[in-house]
């Protein structure tokens, strides 16, 4: 759906559904057409925002889609020009395995489309350029010396061995991540093991040659690297420090461009149950008029539901949220996000979060601790800090977070969480969108001219003069906060899921309508274990399935919360001292007798039947009287050693030689 509110698009009020005929030159009034009765209304552009904002009307036309996610990590110039570079080398070193030149490689692929990681494939290289990289991958990467260094008359003051000396105690000792060696140490470094290989001449009993640091400074920025500082910095802080500003971010209009990103504040604050030390702040700015949208603190690390709940309140009116804090503020800046700029934080990332562009919201992620990449939300946070540093409860000295921990905590009249988020709501809508902005000032008036140089004329004037988005079906954004799974559903369990089983009074409605042991499509809150949300089959509309471990008392917990709790509620039980006695006797008991195999056990009651069989039909036929008395007259018993032997003569079974 589009954001911008457009002429012959239907609006459904609670009185009926109107047309909207035009939505105003400048956006201040909107003309709605009941065509029922043909009677024609003109509403002011900002009460059809706030409508539509409450929910209390809804936008029926649908338009296409254009949300995307862009990961800007992935499309930076330097890394699309690596991937170019070592795709030509994967492809010419291809053809060289099977026997190929480098020409007759080139020559094969010149039509060749090379992926860098970009929109738009590239062309294949010249077949110079594909020599030189094939050169530079076989030396590992390292440039080759130009030649022209040693053209002319230039003579260098030193051989070439301290040169190579220089480098290689640069690549072991200089150029590591957080290096004790700088380059006055390495100077002295180089100036040692030159003497002690000879290297260098003495000239008389003390006077020594020696090479300078100017000298060791030159060859490592010429033949090394020109920034000293390479593969010296940690890659996280290099990331930003190392940054080129090439151009200057100029967003089009208010909400084009939002940035959000969260700071973790220096305050320690009282609850009822002690002293709270971790605080995290998420922020959202608009980049164009520098004014604050959304605000998130939390007394914890924040999660993807928080992210989701700082961009609800950017993007509808805060008018509740200032009367909650009694804020002094007479202007209510909210709308969609055209494009919205996060870092890829674990609180921004998830199934979630990607949805975001369903609602028709572009998400460009930048790489984490990349402040230049979100400047306008970073100088926000540093602006802040500095702002409430003087608060009680403040860990900041000399600009610098958590340096007087101790000496916060010793306050005594520390503040409340609640008291904070007041503080900083009441700095951002009272104090900092009043105050003059230097980027302002020095705009060129000729394409901006008075729109103002605070924020909050910046906004005012935009409301005038632009059509500002309006935010997102309401229906819609709440659907961001579930995450759509398909799961079994059983008249006996329920629905499980995460170890919990969802059942409820609506069970029965589902199994009547899909069946029992059917699998049907749920929607859930990671932040709510309470309930999951199944679809009706008639009407698309959500049932709920209650937990079947909670109550109406029970707590909001996640379901990550949920299992932890209840599995720190098992490990914490103690098992009685007879159930472990009787666990140990049976054990025992069970180890006393070797287990019969199966086999050998139905042998034996074969047998043991076969002799009941046998006495039974003995009772039931006996022998004759005369049968009896025969078996009587020889009473002869043959021991053992009586009976006779007898000798057995054994053949063998070969066949005898024949004789010639």
């Known amino acids: 759906m589009t954001l911008f509110l457009r002429p012959y698009e239907y609006l459904i009020t609670p009185e009926g559904t109107r047309l909207v005929m035009s939505a105003g030159a400048n956006g201040s009034h909107v003309e709605l057409l009941d065509q029922l009765n043909g009677k024609s209304t003109t509403e002011p552009f900002a009460h059809v925002r706030n409508m539509l904002a409450s929910g209390t009307w809804c936008r029926a036309t649908e338009h296409r889609i254009t949300g995307k996610i862009v990961a800007a990590s992935s499309t930076t110039r330097t890394i699309a020009k690596e991937r170019y570079n070592r795709s030509v080398v994967e492809i010419i070193k291809k053809e060289?395995?099977?026997?190929?030149?480098?020409?007759?490689?080139?020559?094969?692929?010149?039509?060749?489309?090379?992926?860098?990681?970009?929109?738009?494939?590239?062309?294949?290289?010249?077949?110079?350029?594909?020599?030189?990289?094939?050169?530079?991958?076989?030396?590992?990467?390292?440039?080759?010396?130009?030649?022209?260094?040693?053209?002319?008359?230039?003579?260098?003051?030193?051989?070439?061995?301290?040169?190579?000396?220089?480098?290689?105690?640069?690549?072991?000792?200089?150029?590591?991540?957080?290096?004790?060696?700088?380059?006055?140490?390495?100077?002295?470094?180089?100036?040692?093991?030159?003497?002690?290989?000879?290297?260098?001449?003495?000239?008389?009993?003390?006077?020594?040659?020696?090479?300078?640091?100017?000298?060791?400074?030159?060859?490592?920025?010429?033949?090394?690297?020109?920034?000293?500082?390479?593969?010296?910095?940690?890659?996280?802080?290099?990331?930003?420090?190392?940054a080129v500003a090439k151009n200057r971010i100029q967003p089009e209009g208010p909400l084009h461009r939002v940035e959000q990103d969260t700071v973790n504040l220096p305050f320690v604050v009282r609850t009822n149950f002690g002293l709270l030390k971790t605080l995290s702040l998420m922020l959202s700015i608009d980049c164009a008029t520098s004014m604050p949208l959304g605000w998130r603190l939390v007394p914890r690390a924040v999660t993807g539901d928080d992210t989701l709940t700082c961009?609800?309140?950017?993007?509808?009116?805060?008018?509740?949220?200032?009367?909650?804090?009694?804020?002094?503020?007479?202007?209510?800046?909210?709308?969609?996000?055209?494009?919205?700029?996060?870092?890829?934080?674990?609180?921004?990332?998830?199934?979630?979060?990607?949805?975001?562009?369903?609602?028709?919201?572009?998400?460009?992620?930048?790489?984490?601790?990349?402040?230049?990449?979100?400047?306008?939300?970073?100088?926000?946070?540093?602006?802040?800090?500095?702002?409430?540093?003087?608060?009680?409860?403040?860990?900041?000295?000399?600009?610098k977070d958590g340096q007087r921990s101790d000496a916060a905590e010793k306050d005594t009249d520390l503040m409340t969480f609640e008291e904070l988020e007041r503080w900083i709501v009441r700095w951002l809508f009272e104090k900092w969108i009043h105050q003059p902005i230097?980027?302002?000032?020095?705009?060129?008036?000729?394409?901006?001219?008075?729109?103002?140089?605070?924020?909050?004329?910046?906004?005012?004037n935009a409301e005038k003069h632009f059509a500002l988005p309006l935010p997102p079906d309401r229906r819609k954004w709440l659907e961001r906060h579930y995450v759509e799974l398909t799961r079994s559903l059983s008249p006996k369990t329920g629905v499980p899921f995460a170890g919990f089983r969802f059942r409820g009074p609506n069970l029965k409605k589902l199994i009547d309508q899909y069946g029992p042991d059917a699998r049907i499509t749920v929607r859930y809150n990671p932040a709510d274990y309470r309930c999951i949300y199944a679809v009706d089959k008639h009407d698309g509309r959500p049932v709920v399935l209650i937990n079947s471990e909670v109550s109406a008392s029970s707590p909001a917990y996640s379901f990550d919360e949920a299992r932890k709790r209840r599995k720190a509620v098992a490990d914490t039980h103690a098992e009685h001292p007879t159930a472990t006695k009787f666990a140990k006797d049976i054990s025992d008991a069970s180890m006393k007798a070797p287990k019969q195999s199966h086999y050998a056990a139905n042998r034996e009651m074969t047998q043991t039947m076969k002799t009941k069989e046998a006495v039974e039909r003995a009772r039931e036929n006996p022998l004759p009287d005369d049968a009896i008395h025969h078996l009587e007259v020889d009473e002869t018993y043959l021991t053992t050693d009586g009976l006779p032997t007898f000798d057995v003569e054994y053949k063998s079974q070969q066949k005898p030689e024949s004789t010639p």
């Open 96 to 242: 060289m395995k099977a026997g190929a030149s480098i020409a007759e490689a080139h020559r094969l692929n010149a039509d060749a489309l090379i992926e860098d990681g970009t929109d738009t494939p590239k062309k294949m290289c010249s077949l110079r350029q594909a020599q030189r990289l094939v050169a530079l991958d076989a030396q590992g990467g390292v440039g080759l010396t130009p030649l022209y260094m040693n053209r002319g008359n230039y003579r260098e003051r030193h051989p070439n061995a301290i040169r190579d000396l220089i480098l290689s105690l640069t690549e072991t000792e200089y150029a590591t991540r957080k290096s004790r060696i700088g380059i006055r140490s390495l100077t002295d470094i180089v100036n040692q093991k030159a003497r002690e290989a000879g290297l260098l001449k003495l000239e008389g009993a003390k006077d020594k040659t020696s090479v300078s640091r100017h000298y060791v400074k030159r060859i490592v920025t010429d033949f090394w690297h020109p920034d000293l500082d390479y593969r010296r910095l940690d890659s996280r802080v290099a990331r930003s420090a190392k």
């Open 311 to 399: 961009l609800e309140v950017g993007m509808y009116s805060k008018r509740p949220h200032f009367e909650r804090l009694a804020i002094d503020c007479d202007i209510d800046p909210y709308g969609a996000f055209l494009q919205l700029h996060i870092d890829n934080g674990p609180e921004n990332i998830g199934e979630r979060i990607d949805s975001i562009a369903a609602v028709g919201i572009d998400v460009s992620r930048t790489a984490k601790d990349s402040p230049h990449f979100k400047p306008f939300i970073e100088r926000l946070n540093r602006s802040l800090k500095e702002a409430l540093e003087t608060l009680p409860g403040c860990t900041r000295f000399d600009g």
């Open 438 to 460: 230097d980027r302002f000032i020095t705009a060129d008036y000729q394409l901006d001219s008075g729109m103002g140089i605070t924020p909050y004329e910046r906004w005012k």
